[in-house]
């Protein structure tokens, strides 16, 4: 297994994917100001808010949603997909993410809420999406280039907060956004390369190292287990799996047992003090089922930002350092790539 010292992670990370980690609580701020910046004059909207997105855009709608919790006076969903919820109205406000401005499903979804005559804002670095809003007089949040869009997750979730805020879907929440980046920035500096050897984020890498993961979050933590999972698969460069309690206990349980000659499972399970009780004794009871290794973390700080962005953090480097232990760039993400270069070619050609 490779080192996880210094040396070796900057070795390991020649496109510095860690670094944009690591100024998670600076995307925090930054992003704030980004808002204001865009002078949001928004209209009420009684039918709540969609943050329509894909992959590291839409993260942001779901830890935006967690984050407010039961403070949210309106829906708040995410919509991964073309097409807006069947339910998107007039009275609804459409939050279109897509950090490069060109993801096809999102100006799909910015012309379906058009259509709708629907409240639209835009998040973005340009692109079509940024043109067209620009041409229809839609605000723009500005979002800063040169950076992998799922590591801009701290600026997505600070757009989706405060476009929540503007058309009345909750309160605003950016004293506490500010209290989460000042953690977060405590957080880098245990948790980071200068920190101690044996911290909790590069334990966990080693110790998740040659395994499938299972995230398992409950409550706040269900769409942060998600995130983990998606940064393993994007920085890892390996498989690994998210699931929620208590859903899970009903059915997913059963077949750990069946893992046995298929691949060596792990289980994280995130914890937070204010999931449901009977959630917490879940997760106690069903680590001792799960495949081992298996570990339960807990969520750091007093607000459910801070909470929610501790555990984004610690999952965001343990990705990069489970990257690094492979001997893998976490930076490309060469499928991926080429499926989008497969699926232009698609349009031209129809």
């Not at 998606?230 to 920085?235: F, G």
Request: glycine share 10%.
């Amino acid at each position: 297994m490779t080192s996880l010292s210094p040396e070796a992670i900057a070795a390991g990370d020649p496109s510095r994917l860690l670094d944009d980690v690591l100024a998670m609580g600076e995307h925090l701020r930054d992003g704030l100001w980004r808002v204001e910046s865009a002078g949001l004059r928004l209209a009420d909207a009684p039918g709540g808010l969609v943050v329509a997105g894909m992959g590291g855009s839409a993260i942001g709608g779901a830890l935006a949603a967690a984050a407010l919790g039961p403070r949210a006076a309106r829906p708040i969903a995410v919509s991964r997909s073309y097409a807006l919820p069947p339910w998107t109205t007039q009275d609804t406000c459409v939050l279109c993410s897509s950090y490069s401005g060109d993801t096809e499903e999102t100006v799909a979804a910015y012309a379906a809420a058009g259509r709708l005559g629907a409240v639209r804002v835009v998040a973005t670095t340009g692109g079509r999406l940024a043109a067209a809003a620009r041409a229809d007089g839609v605000p723009v949040i500005p979002l800063p280039a040169a950076l992998q869009p799922r590591a801009a997750v701290g600026y997505l979730t600070a757009a989706a907060l405060e476009v929540a805020a503007a058309c009345g879907a909750g309160p605003s929440l950016g004293s506490e956004i500010e209290a989460a980046a000042d953690l977060l920035d405590s957080l880098s500096a245990g948790w980071g390369p200068e920190g101690a050897e044996d911290g909790l984020a590069r334990q966990l890498a080693r110790d998740l190292y040659g395994t499938l993961p299972v995230i398992v979050g409950a409550g706040l933590t269900i769409p942060v287990a998600y995130r983990w999972k998606t940064q393993l698969n994007e920085n890892a460069k390996v498989p690994a799996a998210a699931g929620e309690l208590p859903e899970l206990d009903h059915n997913e349980i059963q077949g750990w047992a069946g893992a046995d000659g298929l691949a060596r499972l792990s289980a994280v399970f995130l914890d937070d003090v204010d999931s449901h009780p009977r959630d917490r004794e879940r997760i106690a009871l069903t680590s001792e089922l799960a495949p081992h290794p298996a570990f339960a973390v807990s969520s750091r700080g007093a607000t459910r930002t801070e909470r929610l962005f501790s555990l984004v953090l610690l999952g965001d480097l343990v990705s990069v350092y489970a990257a690094v232990l492979r001997g893998v760039d976490p930076t490309p993400v060469e499928a991926l790539t080429r499926l989008k270069q497969r699926l232009a070619q698609t349009l031209t050609q129809s």
